[in-house]
């Protein structure tokens, strides 16, 4: 008698712990607001984006070892992203950050950390080459901007400035403050001529 009263106990324990264990799991199903929002729904390895425009060619590319795209407007967070935009088709800059973080609907990328951007001369433009720190890319505008010192180096001097905006489809930067620098301009072929004349 008291092993029946004993199984009868248990079956009765075990019932009333299935019932709290559905009702909590129903809860959940129907609230899935009170879900920890910052695991990751997706997670990438050694992963490459290109994002299109509206005529259908390439806008930018992003590529990076790791990716983590939060549930809802909490965005992508991006490890060692290398950014290329381009124009026409054709790439114009190529960008390196520490870390980066992509917004939900992919109109802003915040490149975090020490900040690496290039513009070779096979772009046919001035190359340049800008180190700073924390940029926001607007890829739909081609823009970008930091409030951070930066350091610019082309063929034809250095600048040291405190912020910039870049139209990158546009061969135009604007400085904002503290700019220092120095120009030097490559020899014209009319003074090489002159050099070699005895």
């Known amino acids: 008698m008291q092993r029946g009263l004993l199984a009868l106990l248990l079956l009765a324990i075990l019932a009333g712990l299935s019932g709290w264990f559905l009702n909590e799991l129903e809860r959940e199903l ?3 607001g009170k879900r920890d929002d910052t695991t990751p729904v997706v997670v990438a390895a ?4 290109t994002q299109m425009n509206v005529e259908g060619l390439r806008s930018y590319t992003l590529s990076g070892p790791h990716l983590e795209q939060l549930p809802g407007d ?3 967070f991006v490890t060692q992203p290398i950014a290329h935009t381009f124009e026409v088709g054709q790439p114009i800059w190529e960008i390196h950050a520490e870390t ?3 917004a939900p609907r992919n109109e802003v990328i915040d490149l975090r950390g020490a900040v690496r951007a290039e513009r070779p001369a096979s772009t046919g433009q001035l190359p340049l080459v800008l180190e700073t ?3 926001r890319l607007i890829p739909s505008k081609n823009y970008a901007e930091t409030a951070e010192p930066a350091h610019i180096t ?3 001097g250095v600048v040291d400035a405190v912020g910039f905006r870049v139209w990158l489809d546009e061969d135009r930067v604007e400085l904002i403050s503290q ?3 120095t120009y030097a301009p490559p020899p014209s072929p009319r003074n090489d001529a002159k050099a070699a004349t005895p």
């Open 30 to 32: 129907r609230d899935p």
């Open 74 to 76: 909490r965005g992508t």
């Open 179 to 181: 700019v220092r620098g």
């Open 100 to 102: 980066g973080w992509v």
């Open 154 to 156: 082309s063929p034809d």
């Open 133 to 135: 720190r924390n940029v």
């Open 46 to 49: 050694n992963f490459f984006s």
